[in-house]
């Protein structure tokens, strides 16, 4: 059972473009929804963070829109650069007191000049 | 401050021998959990220990264990190797102060073959 599903697998955007990937939750009990970025070799690293009772989150170029009606939520990249190619993962954790993170499948972003 | 660090990077096994990974938060961080990235199956979660206590376990069979040292430091222990354990196996590393709403740092990861 995929607990979060996430849009597109892959994504082409030109450099100054907006990039912009989607999740879709099942489960109501999911209150803390981190987006992570990964490069090649390396670990995930946090990005940004949105909990349920706030609709939007921008942090510099990035943004989390939250619809927690519709149980979805999308990361934009504004005015994307071939730095920010990398693959994107949305995350949700259930309840104060874990860590334990349920991922998307992730999109991989490339950014051409 | 250093990074969370994961040892070994890269790990060849065959199926039936068993491995052991190790993983340094970093210094201060009393929570470290485990996932394990695969290209079919992403990100999934293992387990998560903080205060040398398993706090949460993901939905892996019992050939997948861990623990914690008192200096916070973890292992991983996968036993009687399968094909379907290759993977990358990642460490995150938290404070653990407020459970479960603070960053997790994660670490390079043991990229582990079984043959």
């Known amino acids: 059972q995929q607990q979060v599903k996430q849009s597109p697998q892959s994504l082409i955007v030109q450099k100054g473009g907006i990039s912009i990937i989607n999740c879709a939750y099942e489960?109501?009990?999911?209150?803390?929804f981190p987006w992570y970025q990964q490069f090649p070799g390396k670990g995930p690293a946090l990005l940004i963070a949105?909990?349920?009772?706030?609709s939007e989150k921008k942090e510099g170029r990035f943004t989390i829109s939250f619809n927690k009606s519709a149980k979805q939520f999308s990361l934009h990249i504004m005015d994307s650069q071939p730095g920010d190619s990398a693959t994107y993962f949305c995350a949700a954790s259930k309840r104060a007191g874990s860590y334990q993170l349920t991922f998307g499948k992730g999109t991989k972003l490339s950014v051409i000049p | 401050k250093a990074g969370v660090t994961q040892t070994p990077r890269y790990l060849i096994k065959t199926r039936g021998q068993q491995v052991t990974l190790s993983c340094s938060p970093i210094?201060?961080?009393?929570?470290v959990s485990w996932y394990q990235q695969t290209p079919g199956q992403g990100l999934q979660f293992l387990f998560e220990y903080f205060s040398e206590t398993q706090r949460n376990k993901g939905n892996f069979p019992g050939r997948f264990s861990g623990r914690q040292f008192s200096n916070s430091r973890s292992e991983m222990n996968v036993s009687t190797l399968e094909l379907g354990d290759s993977a990358l196996y990642l460490c995150?590393?938290?404070?653990?102060?407020?459970?479960?709403?603070?960053?997790?740092?994660f670490g390079p990861g043991t990229r582990l073959l079984v043959l």
């Open positions: 995150a590393s938290s404070p653990g102060a407020s459970g479960g709403k603070e960053t997790q740092y």
């Open positions: 210094s201060g961080h009393r929570s």
């Open positions: 489960n109501t009990a999911f209150d803390y």
């Open positions: 949105i909990r349920p009772d706030v």
